[in-house]
């Protein structure tokens, strides 16, 4: 599929098609007469992603005027269509996919633009810039880096999460020095110590210095706690499939368009689950596959609160009675979000118990959204309860 394609194009292919991206991804979107916006836009809620990709030949000159050369063409161009992108996206409703499909934003006071460069052809011979280059922070990402990132950050919440991280501690006054070393080094460092990167003085909060070598991710990915991690996470990739199975039958245009007026109850049912980010996918797939084995098939439904303010509620039942089922799971994902105060997001999700010898099944997946809750909704989950006894042993975090 990737035959004949150059490394830039590999790549917006790759993200337009991965299985995490593809459904907020947006290659080659059309701006301002037409002409193409950026290499690929990546919208997500409030967050606008701008992707400029440049694959320039570093040739090395003996002194610093290849340097000087590479970083203009590879760089600093590359820099150029990103933040022209921005100006247009700013004061845009809506943009343009280049196969003609609209996709609206966000409203304009809610939108945080995150600008990425991706600049190919250093083989890791070019220093590489960090920070602010001009009209705000750009993460700047090379042939070695990229593969990190994407094998990594592998929901569209853990990528944004650590694009935000990044920005932060660049706010907060951090100024890593790279030593060789490149983005995938910090990646490494954000992965063992978290939002500040272990970049700050644990008694002052200042920033300390740090010079980051290289190798500090090849040593992370090699070391035997990280591979652990990752093999505990490997059944995170069932609640992927869940999701997948639902775009196929629901999603329409197969794309997360959020923002639009006839936006589905479906589509943000979808969207809940995929902004789920992985280690909270292997808890919520873990739970469901436990709940659908044939030993526990005497308990009625499972409730697993989960990431952003967000929790599931899995049931079962026969496929003859779907509407009966459907009703059970409203009122359940009702019960929840008045009995988990933390809760703002419920979706439930029933489907068959597997049975040997039957063949086929059905799916029926609900959607609830209550940011405030009205106390008058709690007589009727006391009635609820009270009448039909949904999760009415249950015990609810504080």
Excluded at 151 to 178: H, M, W
Aim: aromatic residues 10%.
């Amino acid at each position: 599929m990737n035959a004949g394609l150059t490394p830039s194009e590999r790549l917006v292919n790759d993200l337009s098609t991965s299985s995490f991206m593809r459904l907020w991804t947006h290659p080659n979107p059309v701006g301002k007469g037409g002409k193409e916006l950026c290499d690929c836009l990546i919208v997500c809620g409030p967050h606008i992603i701008i992707i400029s990709v440049k694959e320039i030949e570093f040739r090395d000159t003996g002194d610093t005027v290849g340097w000087e050369r590479w970083q203009k063409a590879a760089i600093d161009k590359s820099v150029q269509q990103i933040w022209g992108a921005e100006r247009w996206l700013r004061v845009a409703d809506r943009v343009v996919r280049s196969d003609g499909r609209e996709v609206v934003l966000a409203p304009k006071p809610d939108r945080s633009f995150h600008r990425i460069t991706v600049s190919l052809g250093g083989r890791g011979s070019v220093p590489l810039k960090w920070g602010d280059l001009g009209h705000g922070f750009v993460h700047l990402l090379d042939e070695f880096s990229l593969q990190a990132f994407f094998s990594e950050l592998t929901t569209i919440t853990d990528f944004v999460r650590y694009l935000l991280a990044a920005e932060r501690i660049f706010e907060r006054g951090a100024k890593p020095v790279f030593v060789g070393s490149g983005a995938e080094d910090l990646l490494a460092l954000y992965v063992q110590n978290g939002e500040d990167f272990g970049l700050f003085d644990p008694d002052t909060g200042e920033p300390a210095l740090a010079l980051i070598q290289d190798g500090v991710w090849e040593a992370l990915i090699n070391h035997p706690d990280y591979l652990a991690r990752n093999k505990d996470l490997e059944s995170s990739y069932a609640w992927d499939r869940l999701i997948e199975h639902f775009v196929e039958d629901l999603l329409t245009d197969g794309m997360f368009d959020m923002f639009r007026r006839e936006v589905t109850q479906n589509e943000l049912a979808l969207a809940a689950m995929a902004m789920q980010p992985r280690g909270h996918r292997a808890n919520l797939a873990d739970s469901f596959l436990e709940f659908l084995h044939p030993t526990t098939k005497h308990v009625a439904a499972r409730v697993v609160v989960a990431d952003n303010q967000a929790a599931f509620v899995f049931t079962a039942g026969d496929s003859a009675n779907r509407d009966l089922r459907a009703r059970e799971l409203m009122l359940r994902c009702l019960v929840v979000r008045g009995r988990c105060s933390s809760v703002k997001t419920v979706v439930g999700i029933a489907t068959d118990r597997p049975q040997a010898g039957k063949q086929g099944h059905s799916s029926d997946i609900v959607y609830l959204h209550m940011p405030d809750w009205d106390p008058a909704e709690t007589t009727k989950i006391d009635r609820i309860q009270a009448e039909l006894g949904y999760f009415k042993n249950t015990r609810w975090p504080t």
